[in-house]
């Protein structure tokens, strides 16, 4: 009986075991991928267009009039004018070049679309989920705050972030 009851409890422990061991790969590689997005985000798409903004303003690039209301008519005149300057637009996930779609990997399943908006002297990113801003800033800034660095947000009413980067 003895015999029985130390397998019983040897397959138990065993299969707790590797079930946590499951559980905590599982968990890094979706830290892994979110990870992974997040870079792709900034290195692909955000520098991308900081680069872009950047090369625009040293040709001498006129910006489009901006009147508070018009922020997809804006960024379609400044593509344009961009590609009049043979300034390469960043290319998106997205129909618009200047929409990315956002999508992490994990049980809340956080997506949305991030639209840029493209200023003489800064850059406007709307939509981004908490984690990305969070993790965009640590990447500008060295480290998260919020109201100090090169890029500073705030939380807008749809429970995502707004964040400025300064050029």
Request: net charge positive; aromatic share 14%; charged share 20%.
């Amino acid at each position: 009986m003895i015999s029985f009851l130390t397998k019983t409890i040897q397959r138990v422990l065993v299969f707790f075991l590797y079930t946590a061991l499951v559980v905590i790969l599982l968990a890094g590689s979706i830290r892994l991928i979110n990870y992974s997005l997040c870079q792709q985000f900034y290195r692909q798409w955000l520098m991308e267009w900081e680069n872009a903004l950047n090369a625009f303003s040293s040709k001498g690039g006129r910006y489009p009039v901006f009147a508070n209301n018009n922020h997809r008519e804006y960024m379609t005149g400044l593509c344009i004018a961009m590609a009049d300057l043979d300034i390469a637009v960043p290319s998106s996930n997205t129909r618009y070049p200047f929409t990315y779609r956002y999508k992490a990997v994990d049980l809340r399943g956080i997506s949305g679309n991030v639209f840029l908006l493209g200023l003489a002297d800064r850059i406007v990113i709307y939509g981004m989920p908490e984690r990305l801003f969070e993790w965009i800033d640590k990447a500008v800034d060295g480290r998260v705050g919020m109201d100090t660095g090169r890029i500073t947000g705030r939380k807008a009413s749809d429970q995502n972030w707004t964040g400025v980067m300064q050029l």
